[in-house]
């Protein structure tokens, strides 16, 4: 046998070996479905390591916590208790709540891992409606502290993002509406018009 012809035929043997192996991996990608397109899964939210205890009994991160018993004691100040229905969640909790929601049974609560709940960020407080004085209150007030409203049909929800939430200007509301001038002590005279 030629040499040409004897290297041809070992050539031809190697490629009968590999080629199904070539087709079968070629079949295997064909039959895989296609990527998904869907938003990949959601990453396990680390539970905060410094939870911290809030004025009603529920916990939140340390940092958000220290703002909302600021918040908390200014709201007492004018009259009114804020009132934390729900703190920092674990990741049983807000599969449980998530499960309720999903049979129709519970309030709309988000997939777990996708919760600032679990973070310890974010606080449902009873506001009532959005006509009550605490709502109002919260409205005009929670942005100096931190906390904002981030989703638009839960009146309740209140997430602490200190570095996205704006401070109002000087002598204005969270609103933008201008704060009345504060009130003198009683004994200091005011210039009349004369
Ligand atoms: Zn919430």
Redesign the pocket.
């Given at each position: 046998m030629p040499l040409s012809l004897l290297r041809w035929s070992i050539a031809l043997f190697i490629l009968c070996l590999l080629a199904p192996t070539a087709f079968a991996s070629e079949e295997r990608r064909r039959s895989m479905p296609p990527p998904s397109r869907k938003k990949p899964a959601a990453r396990k939210v680390d539970p905060p390591r410094q939870l911290v205890r809030i004025s009603g009994g529920e916990h939140l991160r340390r940092d958000a916590a220290t703002a909302f018993e600021q918040m908390y004691s200014e709201a007492r100040g004018a009259g009114l208790w804020l009132w934390v229905i729900?703190g920092h969640r674990s990741w049983k909790e807000q599969k449980y709540l998530y499960r309720l929601y999903r049979k129709g049974l519970g309030a709309r609560a988000a997939r777990p891992g996708r919760?600032?709940?679990q973070r310890g960020t974010?606080?449902?407080i009873s506001v009532g409606s959005t006509h009550t004085r605490t709502y109002e209150w919260l409205a005009a007030n929670a942005c100096r502290f931190g906390f904002r409203r981030t989703?638009k049909s839960?009146p309740?929800?209140?997430e602490y993002r200190p570095r996205t939430t704006l401070v109002p200007s000087p002598g204005q509301d969270c609103l933008g509406r201008l704060l009345e001038p504060p009130v003198p002590p009683e004994g200091v005279a005011t210039p009349s018009p004369s």
């Open positions: 729900s919760s600032n709940h974010a606080v449902d989703v839960e309740w929800h209140w």
